[in-house]
């Protein structure tokens, strides 16, 4: 059991990789309409960005493929703690591992860290079962851990996280492939307000099933919001749309929260995600 919980004053938050790796304090989204704050992927050894086309539309929605460039934990550490120390919001560090042994290096590293209130983990995409197993029970420690599954995987890995001892399960976006303007294919992430009436399906399900998951995917309203909440999600996160009109959805999705559903345990007037 984690000696940390991860809490958090509002059931929402923002999407790895939509906001950058620290918290901006005069930035076009306001933090206090986030109950935590979740960096960018960060990886062990740098990352540059991925070569090509990283970005396509198609009807409804997009496909990015960055390839999760990051200048590698050691400098990330180095010169982002400090801003992570002041932050006016928990802070979540989005962890991308090769393999168990550099999962754990980081994770011991960040316990030392203060304003970091917890981690999630993302995998390989050629994640199964007992991979999602090994990276969980690597960063086992002080800090609870969220494992975030693909929304498509959710269903056969979430358990497999949990078993292993990840405090709850976030829904990450779906992977698809499109073609290139000058041929070959783009294969990347899928971001779309037309993913959300499967988001809320896998929310349900696993929420009935007595697993804690924070949703995401295709939100881009207030009612969204609350209809994640109302199917059992602890929280919700942001992506795509943080990157059009936070402040409408947030002050709307904000001032909507129920104050005492049954969302996660809570601690004094704090929902909060622990075992």
Same mark, same amino acid.
Request: charge should be positive.
């Given at each position: 059991?984690?000696? +940390? ?35 960018? &992927? =960060? ?25 999760? &460039? ?18 006016? @919001?928990?802070? =979540? @560090?989005?962890? $991308?591992? /090769? ?9 011991? %590293? ?24 090994? *990276?969980? %029970?690597?960063?086992?420690?002080? $800090?609870?851990? @969220? ?7 959710? @269903? ?16 990450? &976006?779906?992977?698809?492939? $499109? ?5 070959? =294919? ?9 993913? +959300? ?6 929310? %349900? ?8 998951? =924070? ?5 881009? +309203? ?21 990157? %059009?009109?936070?402040?409408? $959805? ?10 005492? /559903?049954?969302?996660?345990? /809570?601690?004094?007037?704090? *929902?909060?995600?622990?075992?």
């Amino acid at each position: 059991m984690p000696k +940390f919980d991860l809490s958090f004053s509002l059931p929402l938050m923002n999407a790895s990789g939509m906001l950058g790796f620290a918290p901006e304090l005069r930035g076009s989204v306001d933090l206090s309409k986030l109950g935590a704050f979740v960096t960018n &992927p =960060i990886s062990q050894s740098p990352r540059t960005p991925a070569h090509g086309e990283r970005c396509l539309t198609y009807p409804g929605g997009f496909l990015l493929h960055a390839g999760f &460039p990051n200048l590698g934990f050691n400098a990330v550490l180095r010169h982002l703690s400090p801003r992570w120390g002041r932050s006016p @919001i928990p802070v =979540i @560090i989005h962890l $991308l591992g /090769q393999g168990p042994d550099d999962l754990a290096a980081m994770a011991q %590293r960040l316990e030392a860290v203060p304003g970091v209130m917890g981690l999630e983990l993302g995998f390989p995409k050629e994640a199964g079962v007992e991979l999602v197993k090994a *990276f969980v %029970r690597a960063v086992q420690g002080e $800090l609870p851990v @969220i494992a975030r599954v693909p929304l498509e995987q959710a @269903i056969e890995l979430a358990p497999a996280a949990l078993a292993a001892g990840a405090a709850a399960v976030s829904l990450g &976006p779906p992977r698809g492939a $499109l073609p290139q303007a000058g041929g070959g =294919i783009t294969q990347g992430r899928l971001y779309s307000p037309a993913l +959300f009436p499967l988001a809320l399906s896998v929310v %349900r399900t696993l929420a009935q099933a007595g697993a804690p998951v =924070i949703g995401a995917g295709g939100v881009y +309203f207030a009612a969204q919001v609350q209809a994640m909440l109302a199917a059992g999600a602890l929280a919700v996160q942001l992506d795509a749309v943080l990157w %059009r009109s936070p402040r409408l $959805l947030l002050g709307d999705a904000v001032n909507n929260t129920p104050a005492k /559903q049954d969302l996660a345990r /809570q601690d004094g007037d704090h *929902f909060t995600l622990g075992k």
